[in-house]
């Protein structure tokens, strides 16, 4: 037992070296070339002495570093981590190996808000975070109708429930999306539309960075201190009684801290697939389904996967940038078919 | 992490100020973008620009139709279409992007003074606010036919006119090329006087088209400045009940005399008109009947420069031989 926490630690110690690594080392990644010496002088000045950037040779520089690159690095890491978090959490949570955070209908919620903003002009009222604030309102609203909808019954029932009410929930605001597109005439805005909820980090700024990262590391926290209920929860409620848990107020309690934080999220980047979904399961193929090693890994695995994919989205093609939702599913799919096919896979008790 | 984000949130004190010499300061309003809403915004120039980020072809157009080329850094979203003329110039200059619109970190890394785009550009998908490129000391033009048709009245042949003395304002422009801008007016001032006495309901309906799908068609709306163009040529425009996705039902229904097509570099009218005159069904429409079509290229009817209205003064000319028969 004690080995096995050794060797999580190192595991833990490890990917933690490399998320770091890979934030620094993205910094210098991108269109426009930047020395690590420039680097170090903008991070000192930020953090510092702010004197310096106004003394720096190249002040595009600092605004490269410090408007752009930095805060879409630190939202990648928030996203990555917040959506692995969010499917480890909600596979446990629903006994699914298909569910992902987006079964509760906040893609489609997010998507539908984002499009009113966009093409209506709905949510005009919060200025140039219409778009996210439609977004999020839209992604919490469809989510608290599939919880209503869901927990007005009890027992295992409801959860066979949740992922009926969500698949409902997501084809009607799918088709009310569509409906928003087909109708519009300004072939501009279908186009941001469009582009948006393909999801990028692009669009990040620092003001955008609080909530999320509260949201994230709260319920990281939290969820830190759930092992024992979420490793109970993947042998089924009936066993997870047994065992002195409180089933049913666990599910709903973790089910609004994952549609919260991934709502966030989501509000701010627009969709992300695969990273939910897959980032899990590649680590319960790697070091198995308990959640003590398969929660922290996957959060810190989500991070250092989107953090590279950020890297490749904006620096794939010159000058421009491909939304990050492409790149996810196009680099993982791949990967996450090879292990499928040449690793033993098990999951929860099966 | 926590205390990080949240300690850098906090401030952003690096950005860059303006100059503050304000001798020969002129102050130009221009619009927001997709990302803002709709507002029309006053800039103050404090010195020429000297490196313009040019946006589409309909910025270019404009920009050498004042002859300002030696101020354009770079261009980009521009397609040089070789059956267009005038676009064997847009291959002198840097394209920043290849593929849809540049990146922020592309836009700041050419460090340009002046950004001349459509509205989209400024739009969460890509650029994102016109704010954040003023704190940084790059000013913005948009173009006044790209707002978001939800915050405009229409867009009008007419705003040519306005972006063209907008943009010699900013240019501290003089001379001669003042005269051009005018003479641009006459010509669309002349044409709105040609128009047939006759009321509206007997002139020559058009719709426009951008693109043919078997049985379906795109067709642009009363909001896009297709519908002015039609006007000012002396026809009737019929793209408020044809705009949007719809089926060929509804061409058949509004029978036009003539279809405007959008001629596309990668979608060219030759093909969507084949598809038209193939169609069974379409046999019944006048202008399918009558084999007119009027191609209009997409740098002349979306954000409008010179060529728009060169395109408005043929379509005049091609009605006027319609309604001759």
């Known amino acids: ?350 | 992490m926590l205390i990080t984000v949240l300690f850098m949130g906090c401030g952003n004190e690096w950005k860059a100020q303006a100059p503050a010499s304000a001798s020969s300061s002129v102050t130009v309003d221009t619009f927001d973008g997709y990302a803002g809403q709709g507002r029309i915004i006053s800039q103050t120039f404090y010195e020429v620009p000297k490196r313009v980020l040019a946006v589409s072809e309909s910025s270019i157009d404009n920009m050498l139709f004042l002859e300002l080329q030696d101020h354009i850094a770079a261009v980009s979203s521009c397609t040089a279409d070789e059956r267009w003329p005038g676009t064997d110039k847009y291959r002198l200059f840097y394209k920043l992007a290849d593929y849809g619109y540049p990146s922020k970190e592309a836009v700041l890394g050419l460090q340009p003074d002046l950004i001349v785009s459509w509205g989209s550009l400024f739009g969460d998908s890509a650029l994102g606010s016109v704010t954040y490129w003023h704190t940084k000391g790059i000013h913005t033009y948009v173009l006044s036919n790209t707002m978001p048709a939800k915050y405009s009245n229409g867009r009008k042949v007419e705003n040519i006119i306005r972006d063209l003395r907008a943009l010699a304002q900013i240019f501290r422009i003089q001379d001669e090329r003042l005269q051009k801008i005018d003479a641009l007016q006459q010509r669309i001032d002349k044409l709105k006087q040609k128009a047939p006495a006759e009321p509206a309901e007997k002139r020559p309906s058009v719709v426009t088209i951008q693109y043919v799908y078997g049985n379906e068609f795109y067709g642009r709306g009363n909001m896009d400045m297709t519908t002015d163009i039609i006007a000012v040529a002396g026809g009737r425009s019929l793209d408020a009940d044809i705009g949007g996705k719809k089926s060929v039902e509804y061409l058949i229904k509004q029978n036009p005399d003539v279809i405007m097509v959008v001629d596309m570099p990668r979608r060219p009218a030759e093909a969507k008109i084949r598809t038209m005159r193939a169609h069974p069904l379409l046999q019944r429409v006048t202008a399918v009947k009558h084999n007119q079509f009027f191609k209009i290229p997409y740098r002349a009817f979306y954000g409008g420069s010179v060529y728009t209205i060169e395109e408005t003064e043929r379509l005049h000319e091609y009605l006027k031989q319609c309604i001759r028969g």
């Open chain 1, 1 to 350: 037992m004690k080995t096995g926490y050794c060797k999580l630690g190192l595991y833990l110690l490890l990917l933690t070296a490399f998320l770091l690594c890979s934030v620094v080392h993205s910094l210098s990644i991108g269109v426009v070339d930047i020395s690590w010496k420039e680097i170090v002088q903008v991070l000192y000045g930020f953090l510092i002495d702010k004197n310096m950037l106004v003394t720096l040779e190249n002040p595009v520089a600092a605004d490269i570093i410090l408007d752009l690159r930095l805060p879409r690095i630190l939202m990648a890491v928030i996203a990555g981590g917040a959506l692995a978090l969010g499917g480890v959490v909600m596979q446990a949570v629903i006994r699914n190996p298909l569910a992902d955070p987006y079964i509760l209908g906040v893609s489609s919620g997010a998507a539908l808000g984002a499009t009113a903003s966009i093409i209506l002009g709905a949510f005009s009222i919060f200025g140039v975070y219409g778009v996210s604030a439609g977004a999020f309102i839209g992604a919490l609203a469809v989510t608290f109708t599939v919880f209503a909808l869901t927990f007005s019954v009890s027992g295992s029932q409801s959860i066979t429930k949740l992922i009926l009410a969500g698949t409902a929930l997501n084809a009607i605001c799918g088709s009310c999306t569509s409906m928003i597109v087909y109708l519009a005439k300004d072939v501009e805005g279908i186009r941001d539309a469009s582009f948006w909820i393909m999801g990028s980090m692009g669009r990040t700024t620092w003001e955008m960075l609080p909530l999320g990262c509260i949201l994230f590391c709260a319920t990281s926290l939290f969820f830190a201190t759930q092992f024992r209920s979420l490793n109970a929860s993947l042998l089924g409620d009936e066993a997870a009684v047994t065992l002195g848990i409180d089933v049913a107020g666990k599910r709903k309690l973790y089910l609004v801290l994952v549609a919260l934080m991934v709502s966030s999220v989501v509000a701010s980047v627009g969709i992300i697939g695969f990273v939910g979904l897959v980032v899990p399961h590649i680590v319960r193929l790697l070091l198995g389904s308990d959640h003590t090693r398969l929660l922290p890994v996957s959060v810190l695995l989500g991070a250092i996967y989107l953090v590279w994919c950020d890297v490749f989205a904006r620096t794939a093609l010159m000058n421009a940038e491909i939304p990050i939702g492409i790149v996810t599913s196009l680099i993982g799919g791949p990967f996450f078919l090879y292990l499928m096919m040449f690793r033993k896979y098990g999951y929860g008790d099966r």
